[in-house]
């Protein structure tokens, strides 16, 4: 009895989950699940009379569940729960600025979350409020989600490093990707001026303001299939390149700790070291990752970042070397 009460309460967390998602009839949702219909539909009937769960009624014979109703009394397992709590810290992180929706939404998860979970995200929300403030930004972000909600173009006042002027943009929001390596985020979109998807770093956008003319996110973009072989967030429109570095066997251990690119492969060598490969799409975006290791790797291929790397090496030594200044005591 105890096993089978176990399988229901499962069949019934994942059927709310799905409901939360889309409606669905009794068959599709049994077919989708492997189960009988009938178990569908007694489950459904449970969920509404007993749980008081609330779903509608999109069309004859399909249903959903509320969301505006039900999302703050969404049940989580410990690991489901994990999950968030860690993307909720990540979150916090990434802020630079005091953003009150940033700081409300982790008061919020917050509350569905269990000790000590619940207290790390209510104080992660009071060190966002506690950055230092900036109106502008916090506006520029507001504006663009809108856009991106709304299906409507935003206008974009961008400025490069070391440019002298800023360029206007007309964006049509497609994406916001936050940073693999960093605590930057970025906007991906279609900008009228190059009449070209671009990436630009949110925080170089000097001003933001949503327009009235409406945009379609084309069927053929593919955020995942563009930022494949990136090492962050750069793309390229040539083909990847390989990039190929020979670890030390004193930091082997760590490097294969982590999948630090989702196309690498590692090889071990004799010595006890390591030689790492991946096809990435712009070196260039790699480069300090690479610095940061050191006399510790080896830059095999290609040729170009080997020697990029080998010359910040030898700028770097040369700070280093003995002149006539007096010693400090």
Same mark, same amino acid.
């Given at each position: ?69 039900? @999302? ?6 410990? +690991? %489901?729960?994990? /999950? ?6 990540? =979150?916090? &992180? ?26 790390? @995200? ?6 966002? +409020? %506690?950055?230092? /403030? ?6 520029? =972000?507001? &504006? ?186």
């Amino acid at each position: 009895m105890a096993h089978r009460s176990v399988r229901r309460n499962e069949l019934i967390h994942e059927m709310e989950r799905l409901y939360i998602d889309r409606a669905f009839s009794d068959s599709e949702l049994a077919e989708r699940l492997g189960v009988n219909r009938s178990t569908v539909y007694r489950t459904r009937v449970f969920m509404e009379n007993e749980l008081h769960l609330p779903f509608l009624s999109e069309a004859p014979g399909r249903y959903r569940l509320d969301r505006q109703k039900q @999302l703050g009394s969404i049940r989580l397992s410990q +690991l %489901e729960a994990l /999950a968030l709590y860690l993307g909720g810290r990540r =979150l916090q &992180q990434q802020t630079r600025i005091a953003h009150l929706p940033t700081a409300a939404a982790l008061e919020k998860l917050a509350i569905v979350l269990r000790q000590p979970m619940m207290n790390n @995200l209510v104080r992660a929300a009071q060190e966002v +409020l %506690e950055q230092e /403030a900036d109106p502008q930004q916090a506006h520029n =972000l507001e &504006q663009i989600v809108e856009g991106w909600i709304s299906g409507r173009k935003v206008r974009v006042r961008y400025l490069k490093p070391h440019a002298e002027t800023a360029r206007v943009h007309m964006i049509s929001p497609y994406q916001i990707e936050p940073s693999v390596w960093g605590d930057s985020v970025y906007l991906i979109g279609h900008s009228d001026h190059y009449d070209a998807v671009i990436t630009l770093k949110l925080n170089r956008i000097e001003r933001a303001a949503v327009t009235t003319e409406p945009f379609t996110i084309p069927d053929t973009f593919d955020s995942h299939a563009m930022l494949e072989f990136a090492w962050g967030i750069w793309r390229a429109d040539s083909p990847p390149q390989d990039v190929r570095l020979r670890f030390s066997p004193l930091v082997t251990p760590r490097v294969k700790e982590s999948v630090w690119h989702p196309t690498q492969t590692i090889r071990d060598l004799p010595d006890g070291g390591c030689e790492w490969k991946a096809q990435i799409a712009e070196w260039r975006e790699m480069e300090p990752w690479v610095r940061g290791w050191g006399e510790q790797v080896e830059v095999l291929a290609p040729l170009d970042l080997r020697n990029s790397v080998a010359a910040a090496m030898s700028a770097a030594a040369t700070l280093y070397l003995p002149d006539d200044r007096e010693t400090p005591a």
